[in-house]
């Protein structure tokens, strides 16, 4: 089914380790983004990407990197892993200005202890 | 920051009753976006909403947009158990197309 997959589904880190999210759609979307969603904040905005080639910081870039490998794949890297970055990822993407809509991943579950 | 913020945050009703929930936002936007999210999964689009419409329908959906209160309601007439969701309004601002989130209004819809 078209959409936005992510992997992994769960993943639980020591403090220090790095790991990489994975994110692709298959929408041929030129925009795509990555969220993070705690309790009681909503989901506030990392990075995101509006194009091929082009990244951008969000709300709070602090302690990820992105890369936009292709149109179709934009991962999330904690390079040094916190507690404090214990969250649920989501990756979304959109077309035409977002006028049809964001499509959303089904998120990742991350606990770093 | 959060551009929108939903209100109430939530919300308890029986099955068959509409249910209203409210968004209102600081700055001007292109258009503002309803998704629902069931727990523990991603967020599923509902409806847009441009800044020159006034109001939308799908469904047994009904959306409102107030752009001279910053404001916008989400109807859900009927509702069933299976709406039972959390619902989070969002918003780019004018000229960005970056969509920002609300907190989210959690729904529970008692069969």
């Known amino acids: 089914n078209a959409g936005v997959t992510q992997t992994p589904k769960f993943q639980v880190l020591k403090t220090g380790q790095s790991m990489t999210l994975q994110c692709a759609q298959d929408?041929?979307?030129?925009?795509m983004y990555w969220y993070r969603q705690d309790p009681g904040m909503g989901l506030r905005l990392i990075y995101y990407?509006?194009?091929?080639?082009?990244?951008d910081k969000g709300e709070v870039p602090n302690g990820y990197n992105v890369s936009r490998l292709n149109k179709r794949e934009f991962s999330l890297r904690l390079e040094s892993a916190a507690p404090s970055q214990t969250s649920v990822y989501f990756c979304?993407?959109?077309?035409?200005?977002?006028?049809?809509?964001?499509?959303f991943g089904s998120g990742t579950r991350l606990t770093v202890v | 920051s959060q551009q929108g913020e939903e209100d109430p945050q939530a919300l308890s009703i029986q099955e068959g009753e509409n249910a209203t929930m409210n968004c209102s936002y600081k700055?001007?936007?292109?258009?503002l976006q309803w998704y629902r999210q069931n727990s523990g999964r991603g967020l599923v689009h509902l409806i847009l909403?441009?800044?020159?419409?006034r109001e939308k329908h799908s469904g047994r959906l009904r959306v409102t947009l107030d752009t001279s209160k910053k404001s916008s309601s989400l109807l859900i007439t009927a509702s069933r158990a299976a709406d039972t969701a959390s619902y989070f309004c969002a918003t780019d601002a004018r000229g960005s197309y970056i969509p920002t989130f609300g907190r989210g209004t959690s729904l529970i819809v008692h069969p």
């Open positions: 929408m041929n979307h030129n925009s």
């Open positions: 979304a993407s959109s077309g035409r200005q977002g006028l049809d809509g964001y499509t």
């Open positions: 909403i441009r800044s020159n419409e």
């Open positions: 990407s509006a194009s091929e080639g082009t990244t």
């Open positions: 700055t001007s936007i292109n258009n």
